[in-house]
């Protein structure tokens, strides 16, 4: 942050306010303390029969790499609508949401990942904007060498361990940066 | 917002970016596209032995009403830290954290809460900063009628049910607002 948004000035401090304990960006001019806050992202393991639906994606980061249907939580959205809006927008497909299965705490880029079990509704499925591919992939063809992010690595491994056994229960784990693949 | 954070400019715009469906705040003098998105209130039923640790606001909104701890999650921490920390701070108590037991969309003020079962370490808590009292209470003492928030009362309902059977699954729910007590 270079000038206040609220008043336009561009003396931005770094300091700790009043009765707060971290550093915040505060305007000396008009007061204002801006405040910034971890986002979601919102996402779904869509299954059709005994198979997982998996994106390429064809824009940064990670382009090239398959993922999971996934993305920024909008204002004005539930975590569900959030959900769906990315699966129809990244592999054109519909999707019924079963209940969360994976959180991910990503400290080091202020970033919480939430994703839903999912069953394609009619098993409709292609490349969207963002995708360059899109596919179903039984357990032993997924490319496990070739996936976008480390959430996605552990939710599709939590996914076919629970498969087993018929039971999901809600998982949460932390993501540090080494163990970006 | 006024001012572009930025480059100063003074001319925001509310407009629909090129490959966006949604309207944003855009700099027309620097280019930049200034997103805004939900943010995380994470949060924790603390118990000791049976009884519920309720904290009672000092501060707005709803100074007076009792409510658990909880709070905004601040960059750099997981959900699980924030909740910790809330705890610390508004009821002076050390938490041992259970499982994620509930989940809520707030669409109207752009929040969602999360919220952890937990237990007292050592059965201490106190007022912190921002409460005017703190205590424990059983369930037929739980003041429903001077509850903060509908997460707080939701939360309160459900685990008094599922304490019954000994089962806690993750609760989501949507929040609106006449809901609000």
């Not at 769906?84 to 202020?110: P, S």
Request: net charge negative; aromatic share 10%.
């Amino acid at each position: 942050m270079k000038y206040c948004s609220e008043c336009g000035s561009g003396r931005i401090d770094l300091t700790i306010p009043g009765g707060d304990d971290r550093h915040r960006h505060v305007c000396p001019d008009c007061g204002i303390i801006h405040y910034t806050n971890p986002r979601i992202i919102a996402g779904v393991l869509p299954v059709w029969e005994d198979r997982i639906l998996l994106c390429k994606r064809s824009i940064q980061p990670r382009e090239g790499y398959w993922t999971l249907p996934a993305g920024f939580l909008e204002n004005g959205e539930t975590l569900q609508d959030g959900a769906r809006r990315e699966t129809r927008e990244e592999a054109l497909a519909q999707v019924d949401l079963h209940d969360i299965y994976t959180i991910f705490n990503l400290t080091h880029i202020n970033q919480v990942y939430i994703f839903f079990r999912g069953s394609l509704l009619d098993g409709d499925y292609g490349a969207g904007d963002e995708s360059a591919d899109a596919g179903l992939f039984s357990a032993e063809d997924i490319p496990w060498g070739e996936l976008a992010f480390p959430t996605i690595h552990e939710t599709l491994g939590f996914y076919l361990q629970d498969r087993e056994h018929g039971d999901f229960p809600v998982r949460t784990r932390d993501i540090e940066p080494m163990n970006r693949g």
